[in-house]
């Protein structure tokens, strides 16, 4: 069941939504503001759209949502695609504007691209460490020649400043589940990478990367660049 996706079609329909709940396994639930994921050029932060300026040729907007980012780039003129997992976002997509949506999983891709974006922590769909890595060699066969990826992700030690850090998996890997309207759906695995980190394993998968810009909430936009 597309969770997310229902609490995002009522937010598209109707302006407006029941509470998204998201649990977690660090603490107490929290509420996930929808309206985030509408958000227009003037509502984003300095990060997201320092990615936007940053896309250069043929780009695909991985984990898209409801295409807010696909359609800034299209409107600047930058030739866009976007691909989601959420039936429901992309029919969202697709009645806002967005010109090129697909219902597809980044790993089954064949087609290639210049610039691979993720925005709001879209890279987290790795889900572990070991899931980046792979991904890293994924994304060589997925990126043209002096292709790039592009994404923001954060530093989420602060988490643990009052408890233990994990001693079983790396700290920034946990697991969400969705609940809307009281149903829950499945929980899934989300990857938040500290910059040391992701410059080491970068580094080892033969990636050239670049922290281009850090925010006061310890999040920050990486650009990597291929072999």
Same mark, same amino acid.
């Given at each position: 069941?597309?969770?997310?996706g229902?609490?995002l079609?009522?937010f598209h329909?109707? %302006?407006k939504?029941?509470? &998204?709940?998201? *649990?977690?396994?660090?603490?107490?639930?929290?509420?996930?503001?929808?309206d985030?994921?509408?958000?227009?050029e003037? !509502?984003m932060?300095e990060?997201?759209?320092?990615?936007?300026n940053?896309?250069?040729? /043929? +780009?695909l907007d991985?984990g898209?949502?409801?295409? @807010? *980012?696909?359609?800034l780039?299209?409107?600047?003129?930058?030739?866009? @695609?976007a691909i989601?997992? @959420?039936?429901?976002?992309?029919?969202?997509m697709?009645e806002? %504007?967005?010109k090129?949506?697909q &219902?597809?999983d980044?790993?089954?891709?064949?087609?290639?691209?210049?610039t691979?974006?993720?925005?709001m922590?879209g890279?987290?769909?790795t889900?572990t460490?070991q899931?980046?890595e792979?991904f890293?060699?994924?994304a /060589? /066969?997925?990126?043209?020649?002096?292709?790039?990826?592009l994404?923001?992700?954060?530093?989420?030690?602060?988490l643990?400043?009052?408890m233990?850090?994990p001693t079983? *998996?790396?700290f920034g890997e946990?697991?969400?589940c969705?609940?809307? /309207?009281?149903q829950k759906?499945n929980?899934?695995?989300?990857l938040y990478?500290?910059?040391a980190?992701?410059?080491?394993?970068?580094?080892? *998968? %033969?990636?050239?990367?670049?922290? +281009?810009?850090?925010? !006061?909430?310890?999040?920050y936009l990486?650009?990597?660049t291929g072999p």
């Open positions: 069941m597309d969770i997310y229902n609490a079609l009522d329909r109707f %302006g939504a029941d509470v &998204l709940w998201l *649990h977690n396994t660090y603490g107490d639930p929290e509420e996930m503001p929808i985030i994921f509408f958000r227009d003037e !509502e932060p990060i997201e759209l320092k990615a936007l940053l896309c250069k040729g /043929k +780009v991985v898209a949502g409801v295409g @807010s *980012h696909a359609l780039l299209d409107k600047k003129g930058v030739e866009v @695609s989601d997992i @959420s039936p429901v976002a992309v029919q969202i697709q806002r %504007g967005v090129k949506p &219902l597809q980044f790993f089954t891709l064949t087609e290639k691209y210049d691979l974006l993720f925005m922590n890279i987290g769909l889900g460490l899931g980046f792979n890293l060699e994924s /060589k /066969k997925v990126l043209n020649p002096n292709g790039q990826l994404f923001d992700s954060s530093d989420i030690s602060y643990y400043e009052d233990p850090m079983d *998996h790396y946990i697991s969400y969705y609940e809307y /309207k009281k759906g929980w899934f695995n989300w990478l500290d910059p980190t992701l410059q080491r394993l970068s580094k080892q *998968h %033969g990636w050239s990367c670049k922290i +281009v810009e850090v925010d !006061e909430q310890d999040q990486a650009q990597l």
